[in-house]
């Protein structure tokens, strides 16, 4: 299992700070594309992600037991 953190209005849309999924031997990008589909997540394109602690692009492999966090974009002044 993984632990998935989400952040921002992604915390808000999925309704909790983290999930359990069973998402080992899949891309960031399927598991991104998994979770907006299940949960309607808007603009998960721009969303950077980290898989322990560590940024990740969308095409690297996610092992079991990696906790991964998806961060939108934020802005402010």
Do not use: C, Q
């Amino acid at each position: 299992m993984n632990k998935i953190l989400f952040f921002a209005h992604l915390r808000d849309a999925v309704g909790a700070e983290f999930l359990s999924v069973a998402a080992s031997g899949k891309t960031v990008a399927e598991l991104k594309a998994e979770l907006a589909a299940k949960y309607d997540l808007p603009r998960m394109e721009t969303v950077m992600t980290a898989i322990n602690e560590e940024f990740a692009a969308n095409d690297e492999l996610i092992n079991d037991s990696d906790e991964i966090a998806f961060i939108p974009p934020v802005s402010g002044g």
